[in-house]
């Protein structure tokens, strides 16, 4: 058994003390209806630091292990924090060996200015309505319907398939052939655009190598989404507490009616149950083969897609009306949640992957 | 409970373990009968060999009779027994209720007299908490105790006493005053059960076992040696108790639901041969789920128990969270018998109806023993999130 121990919690304390001082409240209030993107808490977070924090010291970052991450994503979640910190902070640490061929990764971490992730592999359900990429003779080609920040990127990391399995390839936006179209967001921490590439050149790709790392980025990829997730439902859950115990209706706080009381209880219970399992899966990604941490990131992802979603509609509606309106912070948890849940996959999606990797092990 | 001298090296999980193991596999582990009478006389000589062996009371002081290693060791060896396919032992109401309570409330003669033949399994002992109209709350408990010289002449019922029938004592919650609030009026009692005017009625639990019992006490005579602290301090005694066991209950619930879980799987592979099966895989994608949440959630309370925080409000969430656990991969597995499920002697994926049919029955008596759903999320509410009392 892993140690009990919740890996770069510090990193998440300090998020959560800069953004509770310098973004919450109106500041954050104005971003979640401004599309998902601004440039300017973009820049400032890499001023901070924050998306070179597991990126090796050699190249000027922290050199903390992904899992140190985690905490710094509930923290994120917990403070609604938009724009791109999986892009970020993610793609620079993983694809760290080819900064020489893919200098944007190193800019990301110095400005803000994304590196987006063309990724057909958000879902396994109905990937025809996605799009797919395909890599022949070091072209590309496909179209993506959903990618975070192309629109606002300087690189494109493009996951496309090829007969040795799935590779990363690295594109220049502007290169004749790409096409990006921004396109509406329901998401309001986030702003997404299409990707169409029509026989474009990669100017670079990570070598083949059966898809492994392909595998670890989407791995990595759900962890911090489900430690998002359940930074989310434990905002959704404050703001519920402090709600149903100023409330008033029959000349009390609703708070003290069983029926309300009962329900927050399971909304506590189960968003202490995600913050666990995400403490837990963090500390056996560590050492974890690609094969386990795959079920590791499934597993924590299936269940907060499950968990978060639960939490927040019980808030919207420990809120009453307005839990339905956006001068509610709940509303917003609600939307947020309803994005991550299924982007790299929902409990079902995933609890399928689970079960066919359980019963196909000796 | 005493702790054991710092000179005294403690052996490592580890080594524990690896004894542990070695024992269990050289041990002639007991098939359970069926049969509620031979199931309980299997499971006390098991008990017995356990015992002998050293196995028993293994995070108790030496002093009362145990192995002196802390509840980590205990832990270690109920999932190696699990593992092994091994029962538990049969008195696990003394072992981890009332025996406890005798060993940090007790008089010297309790202690001597009672605790070396409740280890080894010579004593069964049974709860009489519940009643039929103080179930939840319990506090409203309602059978008296009234003095009588050097004894006291005890008269009601009790219910849900689990093996009352077969038992030898009873730690019976009894009511001693009447004037005062309810919880301050309630002594603790070690009831001789042989003692003249007890009788004892078992009840047919959905399961189809019988290990239930109600029991009428028709003014027996308990000797005053008999009572367990002062005069009413028995609810005192016996929440302490109840809470401080609550987290070693759910560690041991934990094991027994992964071992199963386990086992499950192994059927279903053997069965599934190179065929796809959606139904069952989805099933099994969900109760891993489930149970690395319960994983991930009983780190903390070993933590908990390592730290020797004792009873706290989080022990509700662990228990609100392992019900729901058991629920989910118990009912998983049952649904994949389909409509062999009726018939208890079918297999179905290769799971055998009537084993996953009980284990799922079973798993429905969770949110309701030992403190129900309702009561954790009231105990939630008003003492982790500070919501207003109704």
């Known amino acids: 058994m892993a140690e009990p121990i919740d890996v770069g919690a510090e990193y998440g304390s300090a998020v959560d003390d800069y953004l509770t001082r310098a973004y919450d409240g109106d500041r954050c209030r104005a971003l979640l209806s401004a599309g998902g993107w601004d440039a300017g808490l973009a820049a400032e977070l890499a001023e901070l630091g924050w998306h070179g924090l597991a990126v090796p010291e050699r190249h000027g970052g922290l050199g903390a292990p992904l899992s140190s991450l985690g905490p710094v994503f509930t923290a994120l979640g917990r403070h609604l924090a938009v724009g791109p910190m999986l892009e970020n902070t993610l793609l620079p640490a993983v694809l760290h060996p080819h900064w020489t061929i893919a200098p944007a990764l190193a800019a990301a971490v110095e400005t803000g200015v994304p590196v987006a992730l063309v990724d057909p592999g958000i879902t396994d359900d109905r990937t025809a309505d996605v799009g797919a990429m395909t890599l022949h003779d070091q072209r590309l080609s496909g179209a993506v319907e959903a990618v975070r920040f192309a629109g606002q990127a300087s690189l494109l990391a493009v996951v496309a398939a090829t007969e040795a399995g799935e590779v990363v390839c690295f594109v220049d936006p502007t290169t004749p052939g790409v096409r990006i179209d921004s396109v509406d967001s329901a998401d309001p921490a986030t702003a997404f655009a299409r990707v169409a590439l029509d026989d474009v050149r990669a100017d670079g790709a990570a070598p083949a190598d059966g898809g492994e790392l392909v595998a670890r980025i989407r791995s990595w990829a759900r962890l911090l989404i489900a430690c998002e997730l359940s930074g989310v439902a434990d905002h959704a859950l404050d703001r519920t507490v402090t709600y149903i115990g100023q409330r008033e209706q029959f000349g009390q706080p609703i708070g003290s009616f069983q029926a309300v009381k009962h329900i927050a209880a399971d909304m506590y219970a189960q968003a202490t149950g995600l913050r666990n399992l995400c403490t837990a899966s963090l500390a056996d990604a560590t050492d974890a083969s690609t094969a386990d941490l795959a079920v590791l990131a499934w597993t924590a992802k299936a269940h907060a897609a499950e968990v978060a979603v639960r939490v927040c509609e019980d808030a919207v509606q420990l809120h009453g009306g307005m839990g339905f309106t956006t001068e509610s912070d709940v509303s917003a948890c609600y939307l947020r949640t309803l994005a991550l849940r299924s982007w790299y996959g929902d409990a079902t999606e995933l609890q399928l992957r689970i079960g066919a990797a359980l019963l196909d092990r000796v | ?390």
């Open chain 2, 1 to 390: 409970m005493t702790v054991q001298p710092p000179s005294a090296p403690t052996e490592s999980l580890d080594a524990f373990r690896t004894r542990a193991r070695a024992w269990l596999a050289a041990a002639d582990i007991p098939e359970v009968p069926r049969d509620i009478d031979s199931r309980f006389a299997t499971l006390r000589q098991w008990q017995k060999t356990l015992f002998e062996a050293g196995w028993v009371g293994i995070a108790w002081s030496k002093q009362a009779g145990g192995q002196g290693l802390s509840h980590l060791h205990h832990l270690v060896f109920v999932g190696e027994l699990a593992r092994a396919g091994a029962p538990q032992p049969i008195g696990l109401i003394g072992l981890e209720v009332v025996g406890p309570s005798i060993d940090r409330y007790g008089t010297d003669w309790q202690r001597h007299e009672l605790l070396p033949r409740l280890l080894s399994g010579d004593d069964i002992w049974c709860q009489g908490f519940s009643e039929p109209n103080a179930g939840s709350d319990l506090a409203s408990l309602r059978t008296r105790a009234v003095a009588d010289g050097d004894e006291f002449l005890v008269s009601g019922q009790k219910i849900w006493t689990s093996w009352a029938h077969l038992s030898h004592w009873c730690a019976l919650l009894v009511r001693t005053d009447t004037s005062v609030r309810k919880q301050a009026g309630i002594s603790y009692l070690l009831v001789d059960m042989t003692s003249p005017g007890i009788t004892t009625r078992p009840i047919t639990q959905m399961t189809g076992d019988r290990e239930f019992c109600e029991v009428f006490f028709d003014d027996v005579r308990v000797p005053r040696a008999n009572l367990l602290g002062g005069v009413n301090e028995g609810w005192a005694i016996a929440t302490h108790t109840l809470g401080s066991e609550r987290a070693g209950a759910t560690l041991r619930r934990r094991v027994e639901c992964e071992v199963a879980l386990d086992e499950a799987l192994d059927h279903l592979r053997a069965a599934r041969g190179s065929s796809s099966d959606d139904r069952a895989t989805a099933a099994v994608g969900r109760a891993h789920v489930a149970m690395r949440v319960l994983d991930a959630q009983t780190r903390q309370t070993t933590a908990r128990l390592v730290a020797d925080t004792g009873p706290t409000p989080m022990d509700s969430v662990d228990k609100l969270l392992l019900t729901d656990v058991e629920q989910i991969v118990f009912a998983e597995i049952a649904a994949l018998l389909g409509p062999l499920r009726a018939v208890p002697g079918a297999r179905a994926r290769g799971l055998l109806s009537q084993r996953w049919a009980y284990e799922h029955l079973y798993s429905r008596a969770a949110s309701i023993y030992g403190g129900s759903s309702q009561i954790q999320r009231t105990i939630i509410a008003e003492r982790l999130m500070g919501l207003p009392r109704g």
